[in-house]
């Protein structure tokens, strides 16, 4: 029998194996759209990773493992706790020549509600931070006690700005409240992670597109908040910070490039005179194709008046690394960091650059070195050795770039310039081990040597640091 319809279906079956593989490539490539790719890439260079909006130590509620919160991809929570045991001999920041053993403890909590009443979305973060067994008076550093560093009400317009070329969403958001955030490469704002207590600011925070799309823009109004030991923080009195900072992504696998503007606006008040200063700036980084090499740099001057003097300062930084192909998964860097200092007290200029709210850490290890008046180069290794541990070793030295203006780090100064300008050098190691995806330990040690800027200041000894820390997070 040889009907068209036994044809068709031989014909058909003749057929089907083509059929199959046009059907795969059509799911696969449907797939593939559906798929958003991100424009964002993390920069390689030293500790500069941003922190995440959401903070790390939070999960999504329907990832904990609570039947109650399976459905809860809405809600965010966190909670951790941090010890660190510090051995500080010599500590070059105090006036005196003593061991100094301090227990440092810090807890934080996390709750943020979003999608779920879009537009409106709610955050709020409270951090505890204490300190014990200290022989000095105990100062915002360390102590920060029960205090609200996140409470914000957020509008968040999910794709108000259409998408990008990959197809994620820009957004428009703006908040007003207390915010806890990083940005740049974190040395000019950053929330002090090191540190046992965090930089906060009231005020507004606005943003055009999201981390994910090829371009972007961070906006800034706020008060920094002045950390208090115990009672509430509260704005610094009469200041104001602003910020505009772009974010280019197009070119992200060479280059991703950051422009920025930043202000600080300083009004006067009792013997505070009045202050501002304008500080453009340019950040770039990215990897030099599959060479192996890597690179971060920055640009910023700064322009504007303190009192009666012109201020006129500048800084920069270049990170230049490479990652070997071998066991362990090498990585050695070298970076050199600038940043100007007054050269001379009794003119008409302030060329002290101004550091803002960046972080001290990794300017030093002993966390002596703040973003002024300095001129460091520092070599770095870190390692890999296993998928939990973690290895870093540094030496680093360090200038005052103008002579006559101080050295934060150990509250010096020589005015008249008559003590050298060489602060020291310092080595510098650090393990992490991951011991579970909820504890984490870090043991570290640090060796300072004092330079002849140091030692004609009266600070002439050799300083040593260790520390253990412990992390815990609950989820």
Same mark, same amino acid.
């Given at each position: 029998m040889n009907s068209p319809f036994i044809h068709r279906l031989a014909h058909l079956k003749a057929m089907t194996p083509t059929i199959l593989v046009v059907a795969s490539f059509v799911v696969l490539a449907s797939a593939e759209e559906t798929k958003k790719e991100s424009y964002y890439r993390a920069p390689k260079s030293y500790s500069t990773t941003r922190d995440t909006d959401v903070p790390r130590y939070a999960r999504r509620a329907s990832e904990i493992g609570w039947d109650t919160l399976k459905n809860a991809d809405w809600l965010d929570l966190g909670l951790d706790y941090r010890f660190r045991y510090e051995h500080r001999d010599d500590d070059l920041r105090r006036n005196q020549a003593i061991l100094d053993e301090p227990l440092l403890h810090r807890t934080r909590a996390y709750l943020g509600? $979003?999608?779920? /009443?879009? !537009?409106? @979305? %709610?955050?709020?973060?409270?951090? =505890?931070? $204490? $300190?014990? +067994? *200290? #022989?000095? !008076?105990?100062? +915002? @550093? =360390?102590? +920060?006690? %029960?205090? &609200? &560093? $996140? /409470?914000?009400?957020? /509008?968040? %317009?999910?794709?108000?700005? *259409?998408?990008?070329?990959? *197809? #994620?969403?820009r957004p428009l958001s703006i908040r007003y409240g207390i915010h806890n955030f990083e940005f740049l490469d974190r040395r000019l704002i950053g929330n002090n992670q090191w540190r046992n207590t965090a930089n906060a600011f009231q005020g507004f925070q606005g943003a055009l597109g999201q981390e994910s799309n090829d371009c972007q823009l961070d906006l800034l109004a706020v008060q920094p908040l002045d950390r208090l030991l115990y009672g509430w923080d509260r704005p610094v009195k009469e200041q104001w910070f602003y910020a505009a900072i772009g974010h280019w992504r197009r070119w992200s696998d060479i280059i991703t490039l950051e422009p920025y503007y930043l202000a600080l606006n300083q009004s006067a008040y009792d013997e505070v005179e009045e202050r501002l200063v304008h500080s453009p700036g340019l950040r770039g980084y990215g990897t030099v194709g599959k060479t192996g090499f890597d690179y971060d740099f920055s640009l910023t001057y700064q322009f504007g008046y303190n009192g009666a003097r012109d201020v006129k300062a500048y800084a920069g930084t270049a990170e230049i690394g490479y990652s070997f192909k071998q066991p362990w998964s090498p990585r050695l860097s070298f970076f050199y960091g600038y940043a100007s200092g007054d050269r001379d007290p009794n003119d008409n200029e302030d060329n002290r650059f101004e550091r803002f709210f960046g972080f001290g850490r990794p300017w030093s290890a002993n966390d002596y070195i703040v973003y002024e008046n300095i001129s460091t180069p520092k070599l770095r290794l870190e390692l890999t050795p296993s998928k939990k541990v973690r290895m870093d070793l540094g030496y680093s030295y360090y200038w005052v770039a103008s002579d006559k203006d101080r050295f934060s780090g150990g509250g010096l100064r020589d005015p008249q310039g008559n003590s050298g300008s060489m602060i020291g050098h310092e080595f510098d190691g650090r393990i992490r081990w991951q011991v579970t995806p909820k504890v984490e330990a870090i043991l570290g040690y640090a060796h300072f040597t004092p330079g002849d800027f140091t030692r004609n200041q009266g600070r002439p000894d050799d300083t040593d640091f260790a520390y253990l820390e412990i992390s815990i997070k609950a989820f």
């Open positions: 509600i $979003r999608d779920i /009443l879009d !537009p409106f @979305r %709610f955050a709020v973060e409270m951090q =505890d931070s $204490r $300190r014990y +067994n *200290g #022989n000095f !008076p105990k100062d +915002n @550093r =360390d102590v +920060n006690e %029960f205090q &609200i &560093i $996140r /409470l914000y009400a957020e /509008l968040y %317009f999910d794709d108000a700005l *259409g998408t990008d070329a990959f *197809g #994620n969403k």
